[in-house]
């Protein structure tokens, strides 16, 4: 795309084009699926007879901001992202419960609906991890692998005042013009180059999304009242999956102490990864690096399940 140096201020991309653009630059299209009272926006790519992704975005994201790693999954695996409830395009009613439970109940609604639930892959980042933690745990025999990107949960090794308090995410919402630069200097160590004209779109619909970021962020706080740091390793030591943790080393969000402790808590979970020079958002700051680490992890675990699934003596 150029931009011309006598760019004036009635200049303007159809961002929207642009979404739809990336999308089916990563192998991926949208549907939509009306499921109760909830009328989910999805991306989905990739062969429907390979076995099944599940990708789950954190607080502020959607469904776009899994693209760039998507690019590289749709090509080996059937991808489905999801905006979450109180996120993206997804629909829901004005006083929707958007507590971490009530969104794995909801979760697990759709992917029944979809029929991907056998052999599931799932990944969550930041939130999106606390909420793939909880799916694992409480589906633990239908769901095949677990990758986690500087998830969020109650940690004893967490330093930072965000989950100690999530109430302190609040000061990451972009509510007004010039919060957006501000918020990604906080959450990533070099944010990617945007260009300002597609910046301005983005910071918008983030302003626009900010009422129910808000909401989202409040109903999380009641986290911190379902579970202590001791219930909350209880419930990781559930999950039965292999599992993947990858984290930023320069993370202000999550710090990076946590991968291990979730590494300890979790029984199949390998040594974590973690990339220097990459902050709270691995997905955006480090796409490929995300990618082919998730990649090589699944290969392994494809591998795994076809030897445990072929008969004695074979």
């Given at each position: 795309?150029?931009?011309s140096?006598?760019?004036t201020?009635?200049?303007?991309?159809?961002?929207?084009?642009?979404?739809?653009?990336?999308r089916?630059?990563?192998?991926?299209?949208t549907?939509?699926?009306?499921?109760?009272?909830?009328?989910?926006s999805?991306?989905?790519?990739?062969?429907?007879?390979k076995?099944?992704?599940?990708l789950?975005?954190?607080i502020?994201?959607?469904?776009?901001?899994?693209?760039?790693?998507?690019?590289e999954?749709?090509?080996?695996?059937h991808v489905?992202?999801?905006?979450?409830p109180?996120?993206g395009?997804?629909?829901?009613?004005?006083?929707f419960?958007?507590?971490?439970?009530?969104?794995n109940?909801?979760?697990r609604r759709f992917?029944?609906?979809?029929?991907?639930?056998n052999n599931l892959?799932?990944?969550?980042?930041?939130?999106?991890?606390?909420?793939?933690?909880?799916?694992?745990?409480?589906?633990?025999?239908?769901t095949?692998s677990v990758?986690l990107?500087?998830?969020?949960?109650?940690?004893?090794?967490?330093q930072?005042?965000?989950?100690?308090?999530?109430?302190?995410l609040?000061?990451?919402?972009?509510?007004?013009p010039?919060d957006?630069?501000f918020?990604l200097?906080?959450?990533?160590?070099r944010?990617?180059f945007?260009?300002?004209?597609?910046?301005?779109?983005?910071?918008?619909?983030?302003?626009e999304?900010?009422?129910?970021?808000s909401?989202?962020?409040t109903?999380?706080?009641?986290?911190?009242?379902?579970?202590?740091?001791?219930s909350?390793?209880?419930?990781?030591k559930?999950i039965e999956a292999p599992?993947?943790i990858?984290?930023?080393?320069?993370?202000?969000?999550?710090?990076?102490e946590?991968?291990?402790e979730l590494?300890?808590?979790?029984?199949r979970?390998?040594d974590?990864i973690i990339?220097?020079?990459?902050g709270?958002?691995p997905?955006l700051?480090?796409?490929?690096?995300?990618?082919?680490?998730?990649?090589?992890f699944?290969?392994?675990v494809q591998?795994?399940?076809?030897?445990?699934?072929?008969?004695?003596?074979?």
């Amino acid at each position: 795309m150029h931009f011309s140096h006598a760019a004036t201020p009635t200049e303007y991309v159809n961002y929207q084009k642009v979404q739809l653009e990336e999308r089916a630059w990563a192998g991926l299209h949208t549907n939509s699926v009306r499921i109760g009272d909830i009328v989910w926006s999805y991306s989905e790519g990739g062969a429907k007879n390979k076995p099944t992704i599940v990708l789950i975005h954190g607080i502020g994201g959607n469904k776009d901001t899994w693209n760039d790693v998507a690019r590289e999954l749709t090509q080996h695996y059937h991808v489905i992202i999801p905006d979450l409830p109180g996120s993206g395009s997804t629909q829901v009613s004005k006083n929707f419960d958007l507590s971490l439970n009530h969104l794995n109940e909801q979760l697990r609604r759709f992917i029944e609906t979809l029929n991907i639930q056998n052999n599931l892959n799932i990944a969550g980042h930041s939130v999106g991890g606390s909420v793939a933690l909880m799916y694992a745990s409480k589906y633990n025999f239908d769901t095949q692998s677990v990758f986690l990107i500087s998830s969020g949960g109650l940690f004893k090794n967490n330093q930072t005042s965000y989950l100690n308090n999530p109430i302190y995410l609040k000061q990451l919402l972009v509510t007004k013009p010039g919060d957006l630069d501000f918020v990604l200097k906080k959450v990533m160590y070099r944010p990617p180059f945007v260009p300002s004209i597609i910046k301005k779109q983005q910071e918008q619909l983030l302003i626009e999304k900010s009422l129910e970021t808000s909401q989202l962020i409040t109903q999380l706080t009641e986290l911190n009242k379902e579970f202590n740091i001791n219930s909350y390793a209880a419930m990781l030591k559930n999950i039965e999956a292999p599992t993947l943790i990858l984290w930023g080393k320069q993370d202000q969000i999550v710090n990076v102490e946590v991968a291990q402790e979730l590494k300890s808590n979790i029984k199949r979970a390998q040594d974590p990864i973690i990339l220097n020079n990459v902050g709270h958002v691995p997905i955006l700051e480090a796409p490929e690096k995300v990618a082919q680490s998730y990649l090589a992890f699944l290969n392994t675990v494809q591998l795994q399940q076809n030897m445990t699934s072929k008969p004695n003596g074979l």
